[in-house]
Structures are given as C-alpha cells and as structure tokens.
C-alpha cells in the first residue's frame, strides 16, 4: 500500500490550504485515515483523523475550528482543509493509513512521504 500526499506550499497566514493523500496498491479497506505534522526536532503530532468505526472525527485542539479532514471510501482518498492558517501550522504533514491487507487477519497501517507546509507571518 503506497499513500502520496499532495497539496502542501507556501501561503500567507490568514489563507487556506487543502491536502490530499490517495491511497493505492492491494487492500481491503482503509479504516481509518489521517493527517499528523511534524516540525524538525519534535514529535509527530495528530492533526486530524477519521475513523471508520466512528461518527465524529477527532481534531488537535490547536486546529480545532480551523480544520475539516473529509474522506471519498471510493476513491480512497482522503482531505484535510485548512483555513485561517497560523505560522505555526508551519510544518511537514504526513497522511496516515490504518487498512485491512489483502492478506492476513491484522490492520496494517503506512505514511505517505510527507507535504511541506509553510505559512508566513
């Protein structure tokens, strides 16, 4: 399973901004699907998930109000529109998958490669 995130750039704080992670390769079925950010010596950090097995998605309180993650299942892709944007949004996003495999009993889950998004003050 291969997820490419796409939609990161540069943008003035105050604008918006709209990622976009498509999954692809050999699964059953995404369950859950997210978006986290990392900024270069901290930790990763949860942005925004959807869970399959829930009707609210979870948000980071630093985005909460500002952040909408939306999912097409038939597509399997996956969205997190970002409005007022702050600099410290300033970040690499990465998209996150947990998937049922085509083989075996377990969820699997993957990163997709990361967007750089950079908001200016």
């Known amino acids: 399973v291969q997820l490419q995130a796409s939609g990161g750039g540069l943008v003035q704080a105050g604008g918006s901004l709209r990622l976009s992670c498509a999954a692809s390769?050999?699964?059953?079925?995404?369950?859950?699907m997210g978006w986290y950010r990392q900024v270069q010596g901290n930790e990763r950090e949860l942005v925004a998930i959807?869970?399959?097995?829930?009707?609210?998605?979870d948000y980071a309180g630093s985005v909460l109000g500002r952040a909408i993650i939306s999912r097409d299942n038939a597509k399997n892709m996956w969205y997190l529109q970002m409005n007022n944007l702050k600099p410290e949004d300033t970040a690499v996003y990465y998209c996150?998958?947990?998937?049922?495999?085509?083989?075996?009993?377990?969820?699997?889950?993957?990163w997709g490669q990361g967007t750089q998004v950079t908001v200016s003050s």
């Open positions: 996150y998958a947990k998937y049922r495999p085509a083989w075996g009993r377990y969820p699997s889950t993957r």
């Open positions: 390769g050999r699964f059953v079925r995404i369950m859950d």
């Open positions: 959807s869970r399959s097995d829930r009707t609210t998605n």
